[in-house]
Structures are given as C-alpha cells and as structure tokens.
C-alpha cells in the first residue's frame, strides 16, 4: 500500500494561536493525485494482508518483517525492552513538538519499510480499526496543510511514531506502539489475549474530504452515542445526564492508575437492546484490535454490562457537542469535544482503559 498524493480544492483558512486553532471550517475539501499538497494514505488493507483472520502470530510475523527491513540505527531506535516502563508511558494527543515521542518516526522510512511498517500495523488492527487510524493520520495531514498555517506546523502524516517493546512473538509478551498527533496506540499482545488499553483515538478535524469523499474517523462513535443516549427512557436519561456542558477527558494522557467513581445511569437498568446499544458503542474502541483479541474483551464487557454505567454531559440532541463514558469493572472509555479550535465538534478528544489490566500488566514478563 503506497501513499497517495491529493491537493487542496477549496478550504476555508485556519488560523492558529498558541496550541491551537481559533477558527474552524467544518470541512476539508481535497481532489485528487495531481499535486504534492500532502500525503495521504488508502485506508484499505494492503494486498496480502488478510486483517479480518489476523492473530498475535500474524502481528508477530509482520512486526519481525518490518524490523529486518531496517537497518541497525533504525532498528535500534524502534526497539526497546519489554520492561520499558518510560518508554510505555510515552504517549499524548498533543503535537510531538510539545510531547516528543521516541520510536521511529514514518517520515524517515523509504517506500519499502513504509509498506512492511503499514503490512504490520493491518495484521495488528481489525480492516475496520486501520481504516479508522489511518483516517486519523490522514486528517492530521489536512490539518498541516491547511492555507495561512505556519510553513514549520509539526503536524501531518510525516509525524507519527513507532516502537515495538519486546521481541514480537505469538507466546510472550510484547507490545506496539503507534501515534503522534491525535493519536497513541498501545497495543500489548501474549499468545491468544491481547489489549489496547490505554489508548487514544481523537480527531482535528472530526469532519473532512478527501479525494470527493466525506471522512469522519470517529463519525461512528459520534451517531451510536446519541443513538443510545436518546433510546433510554426519561427517567434513566435524568440518571445519565450529568449537566448541559460538555466535559474533558478526565483519564487521558498523563493520568495512568487514577481512579475515578462511576457515574451515570448503571446497565442493569437497560433492556436486551439498549444493552446492544451500549456493547456496540464500545465496540467502535474494543475493535480496533485485531478480531481474536476484541472478540475476548467484548464477551468480556458484556458479562459485566449490569454494573458498567453510561454518563452523559451535554445536549441530547445529534450533532451537538457532547461528552460521554462507558465505565465497568474492566473499561473505562471516554468521549469529548474540545473547545480549541473555534468549533467543539470538529475537534473531538478519546480515551479507552481498562482499570485492571492497562499496558498488560496482568500478562506478566515486566
């Protein structure tokens, strides 16, 4: 899978001002591979790569592929042990400008490595989970190109990181990380199980075109909360609405091992459907990973789904800018709209952790 290469048609100026954007257009519009305005990626899974069967021992054998393709220096930055807990650690929505990141950075790879490092992250991710990670590194692409940004802006496709902790294997354990701006994936895999806690899935902008096509990475996120949200009955929405505004992350980056009280209106309240409201909400996060993995953590939720709670905070109404949260014994998933960029909605902010089991450290081998 090679990038792609698209120019801006018609974009309204953005205007930036200290760790942000003061003023928002709701959409990109981009065409087609005529220019080098940017480098987009297809978010189709590579050829060869079959995502929707994918295991640890696929990851496994990806993961090896993409570092014998390196040489000595390169592999050498992109590795670092298992016990590594800084480097595990290492992980923000902020630019890497503000929060460096080490690992080894996507626009230092050639054509080759590029492919072999895209092969592992499709054996690692379910099709669905990629397309939406490479649609998060595709809008930061649009983002740095953008008319009236600084020529120096440190955002774009060129700017996210990779480190393999451990040595990748289908028994022990090791783990994968992959982010940069608005996006920090941990991975950590040990024979049949797997998590992807803690990770970070955010969007600037939630909304944007490319190549005639209407992009939202976290767009499903967005439509199936207010789906659940607005199917409970009046009493239970008195118990999940915390207040009218919208909220910020409150276990994001930083915040490993804070505990927080539930909140909300509690599962055993629901009916078998808005039970599957709820368990298919979460699992536009529990399915990023590949299918083995996330079919374990959802049957996993969904025997604990009578104490899991919904917590709401906003309006009600589609399209508005709301905060919301999932929270159970094993996960804790949360939803908010920033303020930083002019409009809260274009801007969009989540974390998904598992209170017992973030980094895999009920895995052992650390």
Same mark, same amino acid.
């Given at each position: 899978?090679?990038?792609?290469?698209?120019?801006?048609?018609?974009?309204?100026?953005?205007?930036?001002?200290?760790?942000?954007?003061?003023?928002?257009?709701? !959409?990109?519009?981009?065409?087609?591979?005529?220019?080098?305005?940017?480098?987009?990626?297809?978010?189709?899974?590579?050829?060869?790569?079959?995502?929707?069967?994918? +295991?640890?021992?696929?990851?496994?054998?990806?993961?090896?592929?993409?570092?014998?393709?390196?040489?000595?220096?390169?592999?050498?930055?992109?590795?670092?042990?298992?016990?590594?807990?800084?480097?595990?650690? =290492?992980?923000?929505?902020?630019?890497? #400008?503000?929060?460096?990141?080490?690992?080894?950075?996507?626009?230092?790879? =050639?054509?080759?490595?590029?492919?072999?490092?895209?092969?592992?992250?499709?054996?690692?991710?379910?099709?669905?989970?990629?397309?939406?990670?490479?649609?998060?590194?595709?809008?930061?692409?649009?983002?740095?190109?953008?008319?009236?940004?600084?020529?120096?802006? %440190?955002?774009? +496709?060129?700017?996210?990181?990779?480190?393999?902790?451990? #040595?990748?294997?289908?028994?022990?354990?090791? %783990?994968?990380?992959?982010?940069?701006?608005?996006?920090?994936?941990?991975?950590?895999?040990?024979?049949?199980?797997?998590?992807?806690?803690?990770?970070?899935?955010? !969007?600037?902008?939630?909304?944007?075109?490319?190549?005639?096509?209407?992009?939202?990475?976290?767009?499903?996120?967005?439509?199936?909360?207010?789906?659940?949200?607005?199917?409970?009955?009046?009493?239970?929405?008195?118990?999940?609405?915390?207040?009218?505004?919208?909220?910020?992350?409150?276990?994001?980056?930083?915040?490993?091992?804070?505990?927080?009280?539930?909140?909300?209106?509690?599962?055993?309240?629901? #009916?078998?459907?808005?039970?599957?409201?709820?368990?298919?909400?979460? +699992?536009?996060?529990?399915?990023?990973?590949?299918?083995?993995?996330?079919?374990?953590?959802?049957?996993?939720?969904?025997?604990?789904?009578?104490?899991?709670?919904?917590?709401? +905070?906003?309006?009600?109404?589609?399209?508005?800018?709301?905060?919301?949260?999932?929270?159970?014994?094993?996960?804790?998933?949360?939803?908010?709209?920033?303020?930083?960029?002019?409009?809260?909605? =274009?801007?969009?902010?989540?974390?998904?952790?598992?209170?017992?089991?973030?980094?895999?450290?009920?895995?052992?081998?650390?």
């Amino acid at each position: 899978m090679t990038p792609t290469r698209s120019s801006f048609r018609s974009i309204t100026p953005w205007l930036f001002a200290g760790l942000g954007l003061l003023a928002a257009s709701p !959409a990109f519009t981009l065409r087609g591979a005529d220019s080098a305005a940017g480098t987009y990626y297809k978010t189709q899974v590579p050829t060869g790569v079959t995502a929707s069967t994918a +295991s640890t021992a696929a990851a496994a054998k990806a993961a090896k592929a993409f570092l014998d393709s390196l040489d000595e220096a390169k592999r050498g930055r992109a590795v670092f042990t298992y016990g590594d807990d800084k480097q595990r650690a =290492n992980w923000s929505n902020l630019p890497v #400008t503000m929060v460096p990141r080490a690992g080894l950075k996507l626009g230092e790879l =050639n054509a080759a490595q590029r492919e072999k490092l895209l092969a592992l992250l499709a054996s690692t991710f379910s099709p669905k989970g990629y397309q939406k990670l490479i649609e998060i590194v595709n809008g930061d692409e649009a983002l740095k190109h953008s008319p009236g940004n600084p020529p120096n802006l %440190m955002f774009g +496709s060129d700017e996210f990181y990779i480190s393999i902790l451990g #040595t990748p294997s289908d028994r022990t354990p090791w %783990m994968l990380q992959f982010g940069g701006h608005h996006l920090a994936i941990n991975v950590t895999l040990a024979g049949a199980k797997g998590v992807i806690t803690p990770s970070l899935t955010a !969007a600037q902008p939630a909304t944007y075109q490319l190549d005639g096509k209407t992009i939202r990475p976290l767009g499903a996120e967005d439509s199936k909360a207010f789906t659940l949200i607005n199917a409970l009955t009046p009493e239970q929405r008195t118990s999940a609405i915390l207040g009218s505004k919208f909220r910020d992350l409150v276990l994001g980056p930083g915040h490993d091992g804070k505990k927080i009280a539930p909140e909300g209106v509690k599962g055993s309240t629901f #009916t078998a459907a808005q039970k599957a409201l709820l368990l298919d909400l979460a +699992s536009e996060w529990v399915g990023i990973v590949h299918e083995s993995a996330a079919k374990a953590k959802l049957a996993e939720i969904e025997s604990n789904l009578a104490d899991t709670y919904f917590a709401w +905070s906003g309006p009600t109404t589609p399209g508005s800018a709301a905060y919301f949260r999932i929270q159970g014994p094993t996960v804790v998933i949360e939803y908010a709209p920033q303020n930083l960029g002019g409009n809260p909605v =274009n801007h969009i902010h989540t974390i998904y952790r598992d209170p017992t089991n973030d980094y895999g450290v009920q895995f052992g081998g650390r």
